[in-house]
């Protein structure tokens, strides 16, 4: 029931098991949110953009010391 353009990449669930964490990757929102119509009957759903560790090496590498 995915979309073209919407990539499952893992998942992790609580051990109660009340939540699942699924990591996602997509272009376009609109992908998620019609994934995400199809199930929001039976669970609720939360978006959180995340970055790769490396990304955000990367970015604190490049930002100016503080003070500075």
Do not use: H
Request: some cysteine.
């Amino acid at each position: 029931m995915m979309p073209d353009g919407l990539n499952y990449v893992a998942s992790w669930i609580e051990p109660d098991p009340i939540r699942c964490f699924q990591v996602m990757e997509w272009d376009d929102p609109a992908v998620f949110a019609e994934w995400t119509s199809k199930w929001d009957d039976l669970m609720e759903f939360e978006a959180i953009p995340v970055i790769t560790s490396a990304d955000a090496q990367e970015i604190m590498r490049n930002r100016p010391p503080p003070g500075g």
